[in-house]
Every structure is written in structure tokens, then in C-alpha cells.
């Protein structure tokens, strides 16, 4: 109670704008703590349909990523198996059985979900320091996937999926440079740059995604906020008006109100027995 009431006394509105609603262009967050708090329950809960949607298929996707990678390279079954299943498949599903919860998803599924991703990137960056680099370039376009997946499907702010996407780039780019050193370079280099490149592009549509977002809410938290100074007034307008009336009806004579143009705007009752003509 005391948090909706400190929220209310923080976010006001000042001469049609929303006092603490500054989006920081930079780390993408409000200026009011209150407010940053709201959007972020908003967020959750209002794309939570989507994240469980694309929870599950983001699982399907990285299984049948690893039975492609058993097809393509069945000597490295069991290595894979550990790498890609043993570790982060349960905290896929566990993650996904978070968001299917009612009690514990806001608290603890973005936290999820960031380690979620980041198993994922993780196993692909092993997987490439013990393959035979470039026969498995499949494994730099699973990376471009997986920046997909962090950046504009799974409800992660674009401030923590930029670190967590960016230490995956780091990760690869050092996989791809320093475990064989015999590798083509120029097609090394022209790999690395496209998933790169491929990761800038998704992270600049998710950068203006989430100010679009945060526009979004701070407008409607604004018109909310105005609709509801409206109500105020009105039931304010009507109280008064109903203490007036009271006010007249006390008088012990006879009491009307005309307007300029004498039309009659309001009287009492005693005036109204004294003039049969009305």
C-alpha cells in the first residue's frame, strides 16, 4: 500500500507530462525508480503469453539444432550430449515452467531467461573450440539465432541483453581466433564480421523497440492519469453542487437562481409551493 502510495506522489503530472518519465538514452530507464518498477511488472506481465511462446520454441529449435549437429558429425555424440543437454536444457525447462507459474515468474523468469540465453550462446561457443573450424560454420549462424531469440523475443531489457549478447560475441570471435590456428583466415574474418554485423542490426531494432515500448506506457500512464484527475474534478463538481442544493433547501423562504437571461437555474422547494405556474 505504501509502495502504490509513494508511486502516486512520484510520478505526477506537470504541465501535461509525466514528472519522472525521462527515458535515459543510454541505459534506457526512467528517470523515477517507482516508474521503472511499474514498466518493468507491465512488461512481464503483458508479454508473458509471448515469452512462454517463444520459450517452447526456442527449446524445439536448440533440440533439433543438436540433432542436426549428431547427423552432421556422429562422432561427437556424446560430446554433445554433455555440452548442449546436460547443463542447459533443464535450466531451459526450468525457466519455461517459471513463466507457466503464477506466483514466482515476475520475480525470477528475466533472471531466467538471461541465463537462459546464455547456456545457449555458451554451448555453441564450446562446441566451436572443439570442432574443426570452419567445416561447422553452422554454429556462427545458431549464434545470430540465438542474438534473435535475446534481443527481440524473450522480454529481456535491451540494457541486459546488450552485455549478455555482446560477452557471446566476445566468446566466439576469441573461439574462432585462437583455437585453430590453422584455419582460413579470410573466411574466418568474413564470418565472424557477418554475425557481428547481424547481432548490431537486431540490437539496434530491439533498441528502438523498447523506447517505442516505454513511450507507449508513459503515454498511457498519462492519459490514465489525466482520465482519472478528470473523475476527481467531476466527483468534486457534484459533491459541491449536492452541498448547494442542501444549502438552498435549508432556506426557510422561498429561494430561485436565474442566469442573465432570466432563465430559472435552480430552486427550492418552499419557492417552488408559491408559484403554482412552474
Known sequence: MNNDADTDRSVSMRGG????????????????????QEFERHRIRSGLGQIRAWGALGILGYCLFGFLEWYLTPERL?????VRYAIPVPVFVATLSIAFTSHHYERYLVRMLELSVLLAGASTIVMVCLSTYPDDIVYLFFMVVVALFLHGHMGIRFFRAFFVSWSLMIGLVLAVVFVDPALNTDLAVMSVVAVVLANLMVMFVSYNFEIFLRRDFRNNRLLLQQLNATEVMRARAQTAETRLMDAIESISDGFALYDRKDRLVMFNQRWLSVNDEI
Do not use: N, Q, T
Open 17 to 36: 507530462r509525466l514528472e519522472g518519465g525521462r527515458i535515459d538514452r543510454w541505459s534506457l530507464r526512467f528517470a523515477d525508480p517507482a516508474l521503472e
Open 78 to 82: 556424446a560430446l554433445s550430449l554433455l
